[in-house]
C-alpha cells in the first residue's frame, strides 16, 4: 500500500551536517505518523526521532538538539536535519510510517561519519 523510500546518506566528517529525506507513495490517506530510526552494527535500531499528524515531536536522548525532524503532508515527505554531527551517529537510518493500524518502514540510507 505504502512505499518509502529515504535518500541524503552518505559521508561527511565529524561536525558537518547533513538533510535525510523519506518520501511516501501508494495509498496514503493520512499518515498518523512519521519517524527516524537508526541501526548501528551490533545494536539494536533505535528511535532518532518522530513526528505526529498533529506536528509533536519526540527525540532520541542522544540527538536532541542537533537533529531536527519536520513533515511537509502536501509532499508526503519527511525530512531529518542533522547537524553536530558525530562517529557515533553512524547508522544505517530507516524511515517509518504509521498509517494505523499498518507500519511501514523504508529501505534504509548509510550515513558515515568519519572522525
Known amino acids: 500500500q505504502v512505499q518509502l523510500v529515504e535518500s541524503g546518506g552518505g559521508l561527511v566528517q565529524a561536525g558537518g551536517s547533513l538533510r535525510l529525506s523519506c518520501a511516501a507513495s501508494?495509498?496514503?490517506?493520512?499518515?498518523?505518523?512519521m519517524g527516524w530510526y537508526r541501526q548501528a552494527p551490533g545494536k539494536q535500531r533505535e528511535l532518532v526521532a518522530r513526528?505526529?499528524?498533529?506536528?509533536?515531536?519526540n527525540y532520541g536522548d542522544s540527538v536532541k538538539g542537533r537533529f531536527t525532524i519536520s513533515r511537509d503532508n502536501a509532499k508526503n515527505t519527511v525530512y531529518l536535519q542533522m547537524s553536530s554531527l558525530k562517529p557515533e551517529d553512524t547508522a544505517v537510518y530507516y524511515c517509518?510510517?504509521?498509517?494505523?493500524?499498518?507500519?511501514?518502514w523504508g529501505q534504509g540510507t548509510q550515513v558515515t561519519v568519519s572522525s
Open positions: 501508494g495509498s496514503i490517506f493520512s499518515i498518523n505518523a
Open positions: 517509518k510510517a504509521i498509517v494505523s493500524p499498518w507500519t511501514y
Open positions: 513526528i505526529t499528524s498533529g506536528g509533536s515531536t
